[in-house]
């Protein structure tokens, strides 16, 4: 009998996806099994093969309404602030602080890029196009600005931004953004 083809816009898959992404945030991705999201969500086994195929393709289902969740409130909270200009940058900086505070266990790309990175698992796309919609979004900030060099301050801006949710999240440095914002501010003095 053929294998149908993975769907996961159902109900089920819905809820094999709600379930899977609580648990891969909390807990890893590899520190969950598909048994306990099967049961936790409520179907079996074979409806969650059925709905995505694989553990490989729900990690990436995962990691791809992340990122969809992240960036739609992302845009959603820098529009709601009005900032014009260079400030837009600093800004943006705030409002990653507090997707920060509401999400304690860190950045979800880079913790599954410590998990799954440097093998060809499939959700290594979704975590550099995440990380690459960052790095174009503070460019897009500085080009908007009409920032003379947007490419590379955006790039650094970037950085910034990547070393503080890792430093706010490891509790390394107490005023991690606030670090951030402020060599951000000097680096769009200059």
């Known amino acids: 009998m053929p294998r149908r083809s ?73 529009a709601e602030r009005r900032a014009t200009g260079l400030d837009q940058v600093l800004v943006a900086l705030e409002v990653a602080e507090e997707w920060a505070d509401e999400n304690v266990r860190g950045c979800a790309f880079v913790n599954a890029h410590g998990e799954i990175g440097g093998t060809e698992h499939p959700g290594n796309a979704v975590i550099l196009a995440d990380k690459q919609y960052m790095l174009a979004a503070f460019q897009g900030l500085l080009r908007d600005a009409g920032h003379p060099d947007a490419e590379g301050v955006g790039a650094q801006v970037h950085l910034l931004y990547e070393g503080a949710m890792v430093a706010h999240t490891t509790r390394a440095q107490p005023d991690a953004f606030g670090v951030a914002r402020a060599a951000a501010g000097a680096l769009l003095r200059d």
């Open 6 to 78: 993975p769907n996961p816009d159902t109900p089920a898959g819905e809820r094999i996806l709600v379930t899977a992404s609580t648990l891969f945030y909390e807990r890893g991705i590899r520190g969950v099994g598909v048994d306990l999201i099967a049961d936790q969500a409520g179907v079996t086994k074979k409806t969650l093969y059925d709905r995505f195929g694989s553990k490989d393709a729900l990690v990436a289902a995962y990691l791809t309404r992340r990122h969809e969740r992240w960036a739609a409130w992302f845009r959603e909270h820098l």
